[in-house]
Every structure is written in C-alpha cells, then in structure tokens.
C-alpha cells in the first residue's frame, strides 16, 4: 500500500468518473418516483482480531423513480460477502423486463480504527471509500443472475470488486423470499489495503503481511411481508467464507462470516 501513490493519482483518476455519475443522476432526481423509509436492527460477526461483533439500529431511506435510485440503510447480503456496502445510488442505462444495466456508486462501509484496540496497535486507521462501476441484472423464470464491478474513487485502495451472484425470487400470499447464492472477487490492492500490513505498522507485534486478491463464496436469503399496503416487515440471514489472501492476515481471526437483519419500511 502506497499512500504517496494514491496522493498523486486518486483525485486525477476519481473526476472523471464522478463527473460522469454525476452528470448521468441528474435528470433522475427530477422524476417523481417512491420513497421508503424504516429502520433496520442488523447483526454479525467481525472477522478482524480484538474488534466487537456488529450490532447497530441503521435508518433506511430509499428512493426508486424511473430511471435513478439511491439507498441507505439496507444491509442486504454485504455482511456476508464482506463488502459491507450499506448505501449506494445509481442510474438505469438500460431498462428492460427481463435485463437491466446500471451505472452504480456504492459507500464501502469498511474501516478499522485502532485506537481502541491494543491487539492492533501499530496499525494505521483504515477508512472507508467509494465505489463507481457497472451493475447488470438478467430476469427470467429461471430466477436472476447478477453481475456487479466496483471500483475505488474515493483515494483508498483503489482497488476493484467483482460480484456475481444467482438468485431465485419467490412469493407466497403476503410474504416474498429472495435466497441468493454467489461469489465475490477482491483485488489485491483493496484486500491489501483493508486487511494487509505493511512494515512500519509490526511495532505492536503485528507481522507483515500482502494481502493478495482474493474470493469468497456466500450465500443468503433475505424476506419481506406485506403488512399493510404501506408497511412491510424485512429481514435476512446468510453466512461467507473469506478467502486465502483475506483470512491468512495476522489481523483476522477466522475465516467464517454470518450475520444477519430485521426491520420495517414505510412506502409513501
């Protein structure tokens, strides 16, 4: 991890991309659409040694109109694929019933802070980023296949995430489930960034470590009621399994990841 490096070309890289997105929202927020808003209890478990397990109340707010939409809130399957992506916001470049494009942003809602946590003394704060890329979904009565890229803008790893997961939709009266299955691919540079270890960080008794890029599986589902024509109760489980270049870092505990959410949204 290069911080001099990513001083010199995380601004000049992250513009254009941000220009663009920018650009491409703009007509969206001019649409009316749907907005939701809730709470969620979320939960799960934190790979990373002498840190506490997740447990936190998340407002939710969304917005979908025709073409651009943004979230907050809604965990989804990111605790177990390790992503932790908690809001985003994107821009449907292509709308069809059975395929859609869209060029996406995505909060990367991972960070460490050491201060507090003597088995990662030495260690640098590790914060979060941004994320710009591309997010296509394929529908059909086979169920959903999903392809996300992501990558970094926001002067952090500078690093990319590829996700491809395969869902099957299903609905039964009031009640809706969405169980998933997928993988998701993280370069070196953003597994090294988050869980690598350079040499100046060994004074607390940390080993060096080069995280490589990396691939974990995980798989999930998650659940809405329709509990009025407004509200809807949500929720989901699932569990991962971090790779190679992630788990072997002196500053992971275990390899497994599960968690989990409840909560309530109303639709105006």
Partial sequence: MSNEESVVNGPRLAAPWILAFGCMLLPGLATAGEWTAGINLGAGRNPIIGEDNYLAAIPVIAYRGERFHANLGNPGLTYFNGTTNFGGLGYSLIKQDDFKLDLVGRVRAMGIDPDDNDELEGLDQRKPGFDVGLDVLWGGDLGEL??????????????????????????????????????????????????????????????????????????????????????????????????????DSPIVDGRNLAGGFVGAVYRF
């Fill in 146 to 247: 999903n392809g996300q890229l992501l990558s970094d803008v926001s002067n952090r790893s500078k690093g990319q995430e590829l996700v491809v997961s395969y869902a099957y939709p299903l609905k039964h009266g009031d009640w809706s489930f969405r169980p998933e299955v997928g993988v998701s691919w993280q370069s070196s540079r953003l597994s090294d960034y988050y869980f690598g270890v350079d040499d100046d960080e060994t004074g607390g008794g940390l080993e060096s470590y080069e995280a490589k890029s990396t691939v974990t599986p995980f798989l999930g589902i998650q659940a809405e009621y329709a509990w009025s024509k407004q509200i809807r109760l949500i929720g989901g489980a699932g569990i991962g399994r971090l790779g190679d270049g992630i788990s």
